[in-house]
């Protein structure tokens, strides 16, 4: 099955920084990359997602890199805040929704 | 979109009962799925909530332990059966809503003493 590897496990940022965390995967028929932002006591929410199709997708001031050769996907957050302050998942599927997460990226930005 | 109800939101059990959780949609999804979140760990897939048939679960999770109805398309139940505390965790419903997104519901909180 698919095996999705995520890096750093915590990241710690000042705030108006930049933050960056990045993941591998196993499985080349994958091609559903999404990122999901999880807070304390809260579910997971999407915050944004990437297609095998595309290398790259900005939405304000998060961005997603795919490399499907290399097999590895990166996210993106410029001029970090406070409220960004979070765990955040990567994850990866075969296009079927059944979800392959990493082990999640606890962000801390410092005020 | 979709919106998603689960009940309870948390429960404390004792080891060796089982616990039935809910997960209600307000529109029909076809595709809808559980997932497991161990205490400050990732999150898991259980298995497929099939409607009108069974589950199809993945590896590491059998049916007489997360026995799993889906009797329409907008609802669905997971039953954690004969629990022990590690299967403390939350468990997640989650559905494809029509923009393409899996959406998470709020989570049911299980702790087993």
């Known amino acids: 099955g698919e095996n999705v590897e995520q890096h750093p496990s915590t990241l710690s940022v000042q705030e108006g920084d930049s933050a960056v965390i990045k993941c591998t995967y196993s499985?080349?028929?994958?091609?559903?990359f999404p990122w999901y932002k999880q807070e304390l006591g809260k579910r997971p929410q999407l915050i944004i997602d990437i297609r095998s199709n595309v290398g790259e997708k900005k939405d304000q001031r998060i961005a997603v890199t795919l490399n499907k050769t290399a097999k590895h996907f990166s996210l993106h957050i410029t001029e970090t805040q406070p409220e960004d302050s979070a765990v955040y998942f990567c994850a990866a599927s075969r296009g079927n929704y059944k979800l392959s997460f990493g082990a999640g990226t606890t962000v801390t930005v410092r005020a | 979109s979709a919106v998603i109800s689960q009940k309870p939101s948390r429960d404390i059990c004792q080891r060796g009962t089982s616990l039935t959780i809910q997960c209600q949609v307000d529109?029909?999804?076809?595709?809808m799925f559980w997932y497991r979140q161990q205490p400050g760990q990732s999150l898991t897939l259980i298995a497929t909530?099939?409607?009108?048939?069974?589950?199809?679960?993945e590896s590491g999770f059998v049916i007489d332990k997360f026995p799993i109805s889906r009797p329409n398309l907008t609802f669905s139940t997971l039953t954690v059966s004969n629990m022990s505390p590690e299967d403390s965790s939350i468990y997640l419903c989650?559905?494809?809503?029509?923009?393409?997104?899996?959406?998470f519901g709020e989570g049911s909180r299980l702790t087993v003493l």
């Open positions: 529109s029909q999804v076809t595709m």
């Open positions: 499985d080349s028929a994958s091609n559903y």
């Open positions: 909530a099939n409607q009108g048939s069974e589950a199809t679960y």
């Open positions: 989650s559905v494809v809503r029509n923009t393409g997104e899996l959406f």
